[in-house]
């Protein structure tokens, strides 16, 4: 019998000498970002970064800048340099299964962070519940524009899960309230804030009595903010973000615009980092991880542009 309990012992201590050794094993990591000119983007990278550091994990990361193709490149060649992981913000929804066929057909487990690819998800997927926080956002525009009035969404790009997400969510919105008729929506390609002035010029030709606009990134809103401030509308108009930006942050806090959900980029970032540690180290994880975000107005931005989450 004791010579059984020796045995069960060591059997332990062997496993569990293993499973450190196996989470040890993680020395580098890939971090392919869909476009390092979003302020979203880059904070998640960051936050990678510093985690990483503290783990003593190298960190590869590559920028798609938007570029379906070039991602996909990009991956490739990372799966040459011997990582141990994969982090990946897909720069589209086209052709955002394929590196993660490549990566999974190389034995590298992928974390997804934003958007997921239809038909072939990572290991697993971090993302803010855009559904509900994209809801919140348009609820919160509705009321102040009294509950009725001509609205126009400057969408981002579009199929990618933040845009489906967003879209359904405030859509949930707009339904809830027969006085909010949607007059115009535009796709934008890449979230920008030149983009999403261009957008609001056209639609302010087209519809100079907009009262309320949600767009789905905060470069998109301070885009339409700004073109709303060249145009001069006799009526007030309400525009909602998304994201918290750490620019759009300074600007909301300014009044440049109203509202916005302010996305926990830096816990993404951490999670990314610890999902590859516990994957390789042999760990369950969840499929799907959501994280809330913040409806961010003047009265509590200040909190945010102190300490981002």
């Given at each position: 019998?004791?010579?059984?309990?020796?045995?069960?012992?060591?059997?332990?201590?062997?496993?569990?000498?293993?499973?450190?050794?196996?989470?040890?094993?993680?020395?580098?990591?890939g971090?392919?970002?869909?476009?390092?000119?979003?302020?979203?983007?880059?904070?998640?990278?960051?936050?990678v970064?510093?985690?990483?550091?503290?783990?003593?994990?190298?960190?590869?990361?590559?920028?798609a800048?938007?570029?379906?193709?070039?991602?996909v490149?990009?991956?490739?060649?990372?799966?040459?340099?011997?990582?141990?992981?994969?982090?990946?913000?897909?720069?589209?929804?086209?052709?955002?299964?394929?590196?993660?066929?490549?990566?999974?057909?190389?034995?590298?487990?992928?974390?997804n962070?934003?958007?997921?690819?239809?038909?072939?998800?990572?290991?697993?997927?971090?993302?803010?519940?855009s559904?509900a926080?994209?809801?919140?956002?348009?609820?919160?525009?509705?009321?102040?524009?009294?509950?009725?009035?001509?609205?126009?969404?400057?969408?981002?790009q579009?199929g990618?899960?933040?845009?489906?997400?967003?879209?359904?969510?405030?859509?949930?919105?707009?339904?809830?309230?027969?006085?909010?008729?949607?007059?115009?929506?535009?796709w934008?390609?890449?979230?920008?804030?030149?983009?999403?002035?261009?957008?609001?010029q056209?639609?302010?030709?087209?519809?100079?009595?907009?009262?309320?606009?949600?767009?789905?990134?905060?470069?998109?809103?301070?885009?339409?903010?700004?073109?709303?401030?060249?145009?001069?509308?006799?009526?007030?108009?309400?525009?909602?973000?998304?994201?918290?930006?750490?620019?759009?942050?300074?600007?909301?806090?300014?009044?440049?615009?109203?509202?916005?959900?302010?996305?926990?980029?830096?816990?993404?970032?951490?999670?990314?980092?610890?999902?590859a540690?516990?994957?390789?180290?042999?760990?369950?994880?969840?499929?799907?991880?959501?994280?809330?975000?913040?409806l961010?107005?003047?009265?509590?931005?200040?909190?945010?542009?102190?300490?981002?989450?």
């Amino acid at each position: 019998m004791k010579f059984s309990r020796i045995l069960l012992t060591s059997a332990a201590l062997l496993a569990l000498s293993l499973g450190q050794a196996n989470a040890a094993e993680v020395k580098k990591i890939g971090l392919a970002v869909a476009n390092l000119q979003a302020n979203f983007f880059n904070q998640i990278k960051q936050a990678v970064e510093a985690e990483a550091k503290t783990r003593g994990i190298a960190v590869v990361t590559v920028d798609a800048k938007g570029d379906g193709p070039t991602q996909v490149n990009q991956i490739q060649d990372l799966l040459t340099q011997n990582i141990d992981a994969l982090i990946y913000i897909p720069a589209g929804a086209a052709a955002a299964t394929v590196p993660v066929k490549l990566a999974k057909a190389a034995g590298v487990p992928v974390i997804n962070i934003d958007r997921n690819a239809d038909g072939a998800p990572g290991d697993t997927f971090l993302a803010t519940d855009s559904v509900a926080s994209a809801k919140a956002v348009c609820d919160y525009i509705i009321k102040q524009a009294g509950g009725s009035g001509k609205m126009v969404i400057i969408h981002g790009q579009k199929g990618t899960t933040p845009e489906v997400d967003r879209t359904k969510g405030c859509m949930e919105s707009v339904k809830a309230n027969s006085g909010v008729k949607i007059v115009a929506e535009q796709w934008s390609n890449m979230w920008s804030q030149d983009e999403g002035f261009q957008i609001m010029q056209n639609m302010l030709q087209a519809n100079p009595d907009i009262s309320i606009v949600f767009a789905q990134a905060d470069g998109l809103a301070l885009g339409a903010a700004q073109a709303i401030k060249v145009a001069n509308p006799s009526q007030k108009i309400v525009v909602g973000g998304f994201d918290g930006d750490t620019a759009a942050l300074e600007a909301l806090k300014n009044g440049v615009f109203d509202v916005t959900a302010t996305q926990q980029t830096q816990k993404m970032g951490r999670t990314a980092v610890e999902m590859a540690v516990k994957i390789v180290g042999g760990e369950k994880v969840p499929a799907v991880q959501l994280s809330d975000a913040t409806l961010t107005t003047k009265e509590n931005v200040a909190g945010f542009i102190a300490n981002h989450p």
